[in-house]
């Protein structure tokens, strides 16, 4: 690695503006995440900064996958607008395997859920939280193994920052028991 990407991968990790978004560079970086998994892109080049400093931390000859589930072309008025088109287009130049999913959430993860097997990093936006969607959360444990972490942006504090929390395996767990489909006798 030369010197100048260091001093990025540093200033990225340490210095780099919104603040908020330190904490998920450093946990991609501190895992090494190979598989990253994101539930409504915010911020296009945040998320392409992650997947580039996740690239960056791989050791050579492994590929970083990144997928992004989305309504993209189907935003609401009041998200920025992506479409699917400029999405790869952003996302072409990171080094990482890219998969795009459009549509509502539960069905784009009941679609792919056995393809993002093992995913190191999963990130939720803020607003795309399923809270009782029982088929969203009765995939997502597939998604998991035991170092796998699950951050979910949220708006925290004063001046409204956003900032990720962890969602622990036992709360996907919980959520993915109620959501279980009950047998007839």
């Known amino acids: 690695m030369s010197m100048m990407q260091r001093i990025k991968r540093l200033y990225w990790l340490h ?5 908020e978004s330190r904490a998920l560079y450093r946990t991609a970086h501190k895992l090494r ?8 892109i915010t911020d296009p080049d945040r998320s392409l900064r992650l997947v580039k400093l996740a690239v960056e931390a791989c050791s050579p000859g ?3 996958c990144y997928t992004a589930l989305d309504l993209f072309d189907a935003r609401s008025e009041k998200r920025s607008p ?14 990482a395997k890219v998969q795009l999913v459009p549509g509502p959430l539960p069905e784009g993860l009941a679609r792919t859920a056995n393809t993002l097997l093992g995913s190191d990093l999963i990130i ?38 956003c900032r990720f929390a962890e969602i622990t395996h036992a709360e996907v767990e919980r959520r ?3 959501g279980l489909p009950r047998r007839v006798a």
């Open 15 to 19: 210095l780099s503006k919104p603040r």
């Open 33 to 40: 995440a190979k598989r990253i998994v994101e539930f409504g």
């Open 62 to 64: 492994q590929q970083v």
């Open 82 to 95: 992506l479409t699917i088109k400029q999405a790869h287009q952003h996302f072409g130049s990171s080094g």
């Open 124 to 161: 939720f936006a803020e607003d795309v939280v399923p809270a009782n969607d029982g088929r969203f959360w009765f995939y997502l444990p597939r998604l998991l193994h035991p170092e796998s972490c699950v951050l979910r942006a949220h708006r925290a504090g004063v001046d409204q920052e």
């Open 176 to 178: 993915a028991s109620i």
